[in-house]
Each structure stands twice: as structure tokens, then as C-alpha cells.
């Protein structure tokens, strides 16, 4: 097996990110709008589309012919809602949100700006409707409830939903989001797994309020008992409630620490004279090619910081080592994935460009649903791990490796041979 080289940086790779955002607003944007030309011919006829209404109420009739309606620098398809058979002298169905042109109004991009990004905060909405299409608007903060009723149902189906995958790896990370009205700060617990096929998923996303050991044990049994098999190694920072909750939940499993958290807390330990040079010293620890490297590595950074009196800075650097150095028993073209738990935090890294907002929402759930179902949109750029399925396949069934290198292949059983003792 090769060994890992450091990546160099992708020419344009922020441009490729804003792109991917960019067409996730759009699709949201325009999945919302429909929805709400839905609720507003239903609140023009008074009930609901398939059900049965009295003999002068009027009747849906399809579609207009599908048109381009621009929202502020791009545009999205639609085709609005008709309504026919009207008692006599009623006005004809007319929508309050789309325009006769081609653009929405600057009061209308502000809306759906605000629907698709401040979390669907219901109390927000209904003077932004009135503003928006006066006090008689057919469209009020209920229908804005109903929209986030559905992206709830998306969230606990997904919660609740059987795995029937082997994930190898798994990366567990807090995220500290910092909406609702509650004193302390919310707290999502994430769990990304590494799946046989070498793609990542999300396994768990859960509110809480601090990354205890109980929460953390709470959301590891909830995907024990759906399904979730023991993985082959956790990655996560520095939190004891993770690593107690695992070995409570999944003793078999093997714990990488996060390098990156690391290096974070011994630079806490220094003065901002030391930072620079310790950070150099630390990088070449993580990225030696050899476990004895990283060892040898190490101890001359501890002869270093020893040197200069900083006994906090070497104390922190030695502690929990093992954990440290587990990704070396894994193949090296796993281990950009497996240092740190930069899986988790690369992915809330482009949610919260989109999601500062969300802080103001009064629930903390409202937050919860919209953080999810930008996950979901994100999970399909998510890009398959270095090695792809055959690798993944050896170390599911057993392969040893030393150091990044294939040392042990896995004993193929025959079936009806009896295994040996």
C-alpha cells in the first residue's frame, strides 16, 4: 500500500463550494415556492387538494404553462396552480407571491430568503406576510408551520430509520449551535460513518446540551439497537464523555483522537512567543511515516518544551498518546480521513456560511430541522474515501496493517470447511 503525501491545495476549490451552496439555495428556494403557491390555492378554495368541497367553491385545474421567475441573481422554475369553476361574480384566482413578470419584487427575494435560511422561526413570518401582501394575505404563519411540519417528518424518519450498512470508521463531534430561548447553549451530536462501499453518511444527529457521557451513550445505543454494528475505530476530540460513552456502547471499537484538537490545547499551554515553533514540531509528529518516527518525533518536542519550562505543554502532548497514534495500524491512504475529526467539522464548516442566522430562531429544533436538511443536500458532494471499496472490503474482513502498509490479508472461509480452532 502507498504512503499518504500531504494534498496540495485545489485551485478554485472555493469556488467549487460556492457553486454547490449556491445550487442548494436555488433547489430550496424552489421547493418552497411551490409549496407555497400549493397553500394558497388551497386557502383561495378552502380546503385541502383532494378533498371534497361544496357545489360552488370551484375546482383546481391543473397548471400554467411552466415559466422562469428570477430571485435575486438566479432563476427558478415554476408553474402556478389554477383554479376554475367559480361561483359568479367571485374574482379569479390570482397568486399574491408571483409576480406578472418575470421577477419577484425585492420584498418577496427578502421573504424566501428568509424562509430558507432563519430556520423557519414561525413567529417571524406573519408580519413578514403582511408586510409583504397586506392584511387580508391569504398565507399566514400557520402555512409557514405546515412547510416546517414537513422538513420535522423528513428529520424523524431519518432518526428512526433501520442501518443495514457496516460502517469501518466512525467520527463523533459536537457542534455547538447556540439557538432557542433556553439559557444554555444547544448542542447537536453528530456521528458520520465510513461505510463497506468507502461513501460517507450521517448516521446520527441529536440535540443536547452539554457533550456528556449520558448524551453521547443515549445516541450511541439509539444506533446500536437500529442496526449500527460495532465500527473498527472512532475518531473524536479530546470530550471524556465520548470515549466513556463508547466503551460502555461499543468496547470493541478503537479510539483515534483528533490531532487537530490537540495541537489546540497544547498551544493553549504556551506563550504566543513558543506557538509558532511548537505548531512546526507538533505537524511533524502527526505526519511521520512510521509509529517509531512519530515516537522519536515526540521526544524531542517534549526535550524542547521541557527545555523551555513549559511541564503543562509536554503533560498534554503525552497524554492519552495511544490514542494518538492508533490511525497507524490503517491503511495510509486512510489516514488524512482518520488524524482528526475534520469529517465533521468540514461539513458544519459550510452550514454555518449559511446558518448564522439560525441562531435568532426561537425553538432550537426550528434549527435542528434546517441544519439537517442542509446536511442531507451536502451528503451528496461528500466524496468517497481514499481506497475506495476494495479497501475498505480487506479491512472489514479482518486485514492487519503496520505502519499504513498491508501486513495480514484476511483468511478467506469456504463455506462448509469448519473454521480452525
Known amino acids: 500500500m502507498g504512503r499518504y503525501h500531504a494534498p496540495t491545495r485545489t485551485p478554485g476549490a472555493g469556488a467549487v463550494v460556492g457553486e454547490t451552496l449556491e445550487s442548494i439555495a436555488r433547489a430550496g428556494a424552489c421547493r418552497i415556492l411551490a409549496q407555497l403557491l400549493e397553500e394558497e390555492v388551497e386557502a383561495f378554495l378552502d380546503r385541502p387538494r383532494y378533498a371534497r368541497g361544496g357545489r360552488d367553491t370551484g375546482y383546481r385545474n391543473g397548471y400554467a ?51 430558507y435560511l432563519e430556520g423557519l422561526s414561525s413567529g417571524d413570518f406573519e408580519p413578514a406576510m403582511r408586510q409583504l401582501m397586506g392584511e387580508a394575505a391569504t398565507l399566514s404563519a400557520s402555512t409557514i408551520i405546515r412547510l416546517k411540519a414537513g422538513w420535522q417528518a423528513e428529520y424523524e424518519a431519518f432518526r428512526t430509520r433501520p442501518i443495514t450498512t457496516r460502517d469501518a470508521f466512525i467520527w463523533c463531534d459536537g ?19 465510513a461505510r463497506a462501499d468507502g461513501h460517507r453518511e450521517l448516521l446520527a444527529m441529536e440535540l443536547g446540551y452539554r457533550e456528556s457521557s449520558q448524551s453521547w451513550a443515549g445516541v450511541l445505543r439509539d444506533l446500536r439497537e437500529r442496526g449500527l454494528e460495532a465500527p473498527l475505530l472512532a475518531v473524536g476530540d479530546g470530550a471524556l464523555g465520548l470515549w466513556a460513552a463508547l466503551w460502555e456502547v461499543y468496547r470493541s471499537t478503537r479510539h483515534q483522537r483528533c490531532w487537530n484538537h490537540k495541537v489546540m490545547n497544547i498551544l493553549d499551554k504556551l506563550p504566543k512567543r513558543l506557538q509558532a515553533e511548537a505548531k512546526r514540531r507538533i505537524g511533524a509528529i502527526w505526519s511521520s511515516l512510521t509509529r517509531a518516527d512519530a515516537e522519536a518525533e515526540r521526544d524531542q518536542t517534549l526535550a524542547w518544551l521541557h527545555g523551555r519550562g513549559q511541564a503543562d505543554a509536554a503533560a498534554c502532548l503525552l ?6 497514534v492508533t490511525f497507524y495500524d490503517y491503511p495510509a491512504e486512510h489516514w488524512r480521513h482518520l488524524r482528526t475529526s475534520n469529517v465533521v467539522e468540514s461539513v458544519f464548516a459550510g452550514v454555518r456560511l449559511r446558518t448564522n442566522v439560525a441562531k435568532r430562531a426561537r425553538a432550537r429544533e426550528n434549527a435542528l430541522y434546517l441544519v439537517f436538511k442542509i446536511v442531507e443536500r451536502l451528503a451528496g458532494s461528500w466524496r468517497q474515501l481514499n481506497g475506495g471499496a476494495t479497501l475498505m472490503t480487506l479491512l472489514l474482513n479482518g486485514a492487519r496493517f503496520r505502519d499504513g502498509v498491508l501486513v495480514e490479508h484476511p483468511v478467506r472461509h469456504e463455506p462448509g470447511v469448519p473454521m480452525a480452532a
Do not use: H, K, N
Open 175 to 193: 457542534i455547538w449551535l447556540g439557538a432557542g430561548t433556553e439559557p444554555e447553549s444547544s448542542c447537536l451530536l453528530v456521528v458520520i460513518g
Open 319 to 324: 497524554r492519552d498518546w495511544e490514542d494518538l
Open 65 to 115: 404553462r411552466e415559466r422562469e421567475v428570477g430571485i435575486g441573481t438566479w432563476s427558478v422554475p415554476v408553474r402556478a396552480p389554477r383554479a376554475s369553476d367559480l361561483p359568479a361574480g367571485s374574482e379569479p384566482f390570482r397568486s399574491a407571491i408571483l409576480p406578472e413578470r418575470r421577477y419577484l419584487s425585492a420584498e418577496t427575494q427578502r421573504l424566501f430568503a428568509r424562509l
